[in-house]
Antibody, heavy 122, light 108 residues
Framework: EVQLVQSGAEVKKPGESLKISCKGSGYSFTTYWIAWVRQMPGKGLEWMGIIYPGDSDNRYTTYSPSFQGQVTMSADKSITTAYLQWSSLRASDTAMYYCVRTYTSASPFDYWGQGTLVTVSS | EIVLTQSPGTLSLSPGERATLSCRASQSVTSSYLAWYQQKPGQAPRLLIY???SRATGIPDRFSGSGSGTDFTVTISRLEPEDFAVYYCQQYGSSPRTFGGGTKVEIK
């Protein structure tokens, strides 16, 4: 069974750093890409970017212009886990974050993680 | 960036009725790389339709997708109680991949 299991909810203060994870199982982790999707409270879905976990140097990474420089995506194929990280959180980063599996960089999102809720509040 | 506009914003229908949801793109979607997702409250979205008209695995045949170029539609032939949810379209042929704002299908 294909599964993407994400790390648990986080409560952080503005300016703090954060790294959330997404562990894939039940499929060949290095054959598929992982994308990240943001959903702010009560709002729609936003594509943040995509990474190819099969490259150890994480060279195949594309960010949405809206998120370029705001977050960093990475992956560790040895433990079939993808990551999304922030160096300095803002209140506006409060949202649900989903990792999703996609066969190629131009494929639909066929499996979704359960989501990680990030709350940033002073 | 391709902007996707979904209409209507909310659709109020009764179980058994037909639902037609629209997604219009600001420019032509490459190779009909258009998908539809369903999201229920408190759940992650799930893939319904890809390639504009192909149903994802396990999706009942009351869901159908059509369209090309800039205009796409998903139709639910007869609404079941579990179909009341928010539906999003997404284009995945051009970067950045973009989503529409969503259509909420609610019980009338």
């Amino acid at each position: 069974e294909v599964q993407l299991v994400q790390s648990g909810a986080e409560v952080k203060k503005p300016g703090e750093s954060l790294k959330i994870s997404c562990k894939g199982s039940g499929y060949s982790f290095t054959t598929y890409w992982i994308a990240w999707v943001r959903q702010m409270p009560g709002k729609g879905l936003e594509w943040m970017g995509i990474i190819y976990p099969g490259d150890s140097d994480n060279r195949y990474t594309t960010y949405s212009p809206s998120f370029q420089g705001q977050v960093t995506m990475s992956a560790d194929k040895s433990i079939t886990t993808a990551y999304l990280q922030w160096s300095s959180l803002r209140a506006s980063d409060t949202a649900m974050y989903y990792c999703v599996r996609t066969y190629t960089s131009a494929s639909p999102f066929d499996y979704w993680g359960q989501g990680t809720l990030v709350t940033v509040s002073s | 960036e391709i902007v996707l506009t979904q209409s209507p914003g909310t659709l109020s229908l009764s179980p058994g009725e037909r639902a037609t949801l629209s997604c219009r793109a600001s420019q032509s979607v490459t190779s009909s790389y258009l998908a539809w997702y369903q999201q229920k409250p408190g759940q992650a979205p799930r893939l319904l339709i890809y390639g504009a008209s192909s149903r994802a695995t396990g999706i009942p045949d009351r869901f159908s997708g059509s369209g090309s170029g800039t205009d796409f539609t998903v139709t639910i032939s007869r609404l079941e109680p579990e179909d009341f949810a928010v539906y999003y379209c997404q284009q995945y042929g051009s970067s950045p991949r973009t989503f529409g704002g969503g259509t909420k299908v609610e019980i009338k």
